[in-house]
Structure formats: C-alpha cells, structure tokens
C-alpha cells in the first residue's frame, strides 16, 4: 500500500512501536480488521468488537504472515512487529486517512436521510463508463466501513465512490476528515435518525458536516428540490450545483414516463458535459421516480469529472440493482420488489409509490421502522394512510411498530380503492400466513427496516 510503512503508520495514529527497527521502512500489502483475511504482509488491527476481541487472534495472524499488527495492549514476550495504541478504532480511522492522502485519487462522497445506497450504485455505474471505479460494498458506510473502504484502494482505480452514513452529530466530521471528498453528493434531508438529531434541521446540520474536510475546490451536488438543502447557497465560496424536477434553476428532468417495474424514462436538462450544455433522453432499467434524482445526481457527478452525454446515457442504461435495495426477484408465480435492507417513513413512501405503478394484484409487506424517536407509532400510521391512498390490493404486516401501519391504512381505506389488511405480531406468524394470502400473479413489495430481517420473508416467498 503506498506509503503505508510501519514508520508513518505509528507516526500518523500516534502509537508506540515494538520491534525490529530494520521493519520500521517497509510497507504493509493490506489492512484489515478481520482476522480470516489476514495475508502476507498485512497489518492486522485488533478492534474489540461486541462478540469478540480482535486480540486474541495477534499471535494467529503473525502466523499466517502479517507484517505487522495494531494492539491496545503490551504484547509481552512479542518480538515481531506491532504498534501499541490508545485506541484501536481511532487508529483506524488515522490510517485511512493517512492512506487516502497518498493516493491521486478522486473521491465522490454521498450522504443524505435516504437513497444514499442507489445513488451510490448509479453514480458508480456512470462514472464506470469512463474510470476505473472503487464503490462502497454492502453496508460499510460508517466510522468502521469507510476506512475498510478506503483500504481497498488500489494504486490503479481513479475514482472513489464512498456511501457516508451517520446517527449522530460529529459522525461526519469524522468522516470526511477520512475520505476528503472532492465532491459532496447530498440526496435529501428526511426523517430518520431523530432519536438523536431531534429534527430536520438537526439532521441538515449533521449532513452538512460533510463539506468540512472536502477538498475547497471540490464540487458540492444538492437535491435542488429538498426544501432543507436549498438553504444551502454557498460551499467554500462557490454555489452548489442542483438537481431537480420541480427546481429547474439547475440540472433538471421532464418527459418523465413510469415503466412500472421495469424503470423509468426522461430527458435530462442543463448537464454541463464534456461535449457542452446537453439535453438528453436517458433510459433507468430500475424501478421508482426516486430513480430519476439518483440519474440526475449521477448526470453532476459524471458532468463534473468530464462525462460526454453519450457515457452518461451508457453508465444510467447499465445500472444493475443490488439484493435489498429496490431489487427485482422473478419466481415462477411471484414478482417481488425486494427492498428489505433498511426503511423510514420516506423511503417506505417511495417505495409503495414504485409499487402503485406494478401490473396485477399489488401487495405489500411492511415491517417495522427503527430509530424514529417519539413519534414513532405516529410515522408508522401515516405510513398506513399514505399507502391506502396508492392503489395498493393488500397490506400484510409484521412487528409492534408496523401495526400501527395497518391501522392507518385501515382508518383510510377509500370504498372505490379497497385494501385487504392483515396484521401479525412477528415475522414468524407473517411467514406462516403467507400461502394462505398470496395468489400467483402477485407483485410484491418487501420492506422494514433491517433489524426485522425481511430476507427471511424473501426466501419464504421463493419457496412457494
């Protein structure tokens, strides 16, 4: 990894190093916090995690060939290579940054309450239409996550797409002081995480921290019709650039046409591409409008790093979509919209939206939503009364919380746009309803928030 000696290691996270000083000049081949992946010549960190102490396994990973390793401790009788810090987790986070201030890089980073994952995959798949492209994996989005992210990069990738998620403020000073972004994606400011941010604006400030270590002639990208980000009208001097369909004072989409589940279709305005201003028809093989902003925050970012239209057009056309987030899964009797990575209130909206536009008998299959605070019953319920509003043939949900889902829908129902609600105490029960309630032919939304494990409803649903 360049740069990445054991000297300028110990240096950058201020630990006391223990061994030969002939090893001090030579550089690590990988970092990882993960003992199974512990190669030759890597440096192991030894993080006490909440099932197990990543210091028991030190004397396993000089074994299997680590150069060198990061301990909190004092490895008595150790002669091999190891540095002694206060605290595992805050060196992890000074390596990566110290790592990211090696490479020539750039870096997009994206945050916002929701869509921050989908945004991340569409701007990946545009940017990968011309640069060698490293994108956030799995949920690695946190104080953990990025830095492992940033560790994956290779001397040979030319951009960065790195997914930026917090709970709580200062989270994202931390953050970016790590990714020093060259350009800031925020996707809107909704609601989730209040137990902690309190309120939009609190979660707006949080967001917002994100401008604190990019790079002052870096570039920020704002959802133009968020009526929290519009407050923001300048960033280290400079305007920021805005997507929207409503806010056309920027980037914006029209001629918008809903291919139900197969995706959607518009013209993209205003895109300052390597070949000019272009006004573009851009084809999103994933289902939702959210899409549309996802393709416009993607159309900045490729705009912004010297995209031609016709590679954007290409990078939007090839977007594939990921398991749990607005995936699509064909089973011999069922269509099913699997969305079970995670929900709040807004991007439970969004996603019964995509499915009111399904051909067939709709069902929906909603769990709990965490992290709301106080309200929590409350943004569950209206929940249920948007979706009685949507066309929507049978609610089915899971959990405490989600019952308060099925009351809204059932205090709403409309007679001309009747709605079969069903409710159950677990997602066990769920599960074992299911055959009793779904009909081939059905298209089927999935989607609570991850501690419900929905996946499990998936594999239900396939195995019928």
Do not use: W
Not at 273 to 280: H, K, L, M
Not at 429 to 448: E, H, M, S
């Amino acid at each position: 990894m360049k740069g990445m000696t054991i000297e300028a290691m110990a240096q950058a996270c201020g630990g006391v190093y223990h061994g030969p000083q002939a090893c001090l000049s030579r550089e690590v081949s990988s970092i990882t916090i993960d003992s199974r992946q512990v190669e030759q010549g890597s440096l192991f960190v030894a993080i006490c995690g909440a099932r197990s102490d990543g210091h028991t396994y030190i004397g396993e990973c000089f074994n299997k060939g680590a150069l060198c390793c990061i301990s909190e401790h004092v490895l008595e009788g150790e002669s091999r290579p190891y540095i002694q810090v206060k605290s595992s987790l805050v060196a992890l986070k000074a390596l990566a940054e110290l790592y990211r201030s090696n490479l020539d890089v750039k870096v997009v980073g994206i945050t916002g309450s929701v869509g921050k994952t989908s945004t991340k995959e569409t701007i990946a798949s545009v940017l990968a239409a011309k640069y060698r492209v490293l994108k956030t994996q799995g949920n690695f989005n946190n104080e953990i996550g990025v830095p492992l992210t940033i560790f994956r990069l290779k001397p040979e990738d030319e951009v960065a797409v790195l997914e930026m998620g917090i709970s709580d403020f200062g989270e994202m000073t931390r953050l970016t002081k790590m990714a020093k972004p060259d350009i800031c994606v925020i996707t809107n400011i909704g609601l989730c995480h209040l137990e902690n941010l309190k309120t939009r604006d609190g979660i707006l400030q949080a967001k917002t921290e994100i401008f604190q270590s990019m790079n002052p002639d870096g570039i920020a990208i704002l959802n133009g019709d968020d009526d929290k980000l519009i407050t923001v009208t300048e960033v280290h001097g400079k305007k920021p650039v805005t997507f929207g369909i409503h806010n056309q004072s920027g980037v914006y989409a029209d001629t918008i046409e809903n291919l139900g589940l197969e995706g959607m279709a518009c013209t993209l305005h205003q895109v300052q591409t390597a070949d000019g201003v272009s006004d573009f028809a851009i084809q999103i093989p994933v289902a939702g409008e959210h899409m549309v902003y996802n393709a416009m925050a993607a159309a900045c970012v490729g705009a912004a790093l010297g995209l031609t239209s016709v590679q954007i057009q290409k990078g939007i056309a090839a977007l594939e979509t990921i398991a749990g987030r607005g995936h699509i899964i064909r089973t011999e009797r069922f269509l099913i919209l699997d969305d079970c990575y995670n929900a709040n209130p807004v991007s439970m909206k969004s996603s019964i939206d995509v499915l009111a536009t399904a051909k067939g008998r709709k069902v929906s299959i909603l769990g709990d939503m965490f992290e709301l605070g106080v309200n929590e019953e409350q943004l569950h319920y209206e929940v249920g009364a948007y979706l009685a509003d949507q066309s929507v043939d049978v609610l089915i949900t899971a959990g405490s919380l989600a019952k308060q889902i099925a009351k809204g829908a059932q205090e709403h129902i409309h007679s001309d746009s009747p709605c079969e609600v069903h409710s159950y105490d677990t997602r066990e029960d769920l599960i074992a309803a299911l055959p009793a309630l779904l009909q081939t032919g059905d298209q089927i939304l999935v989607k609570a928030s991850h501690g419900m494990e929905f996946p499990k409803v998936i594999e239900a649903i396939q195995q019928m």
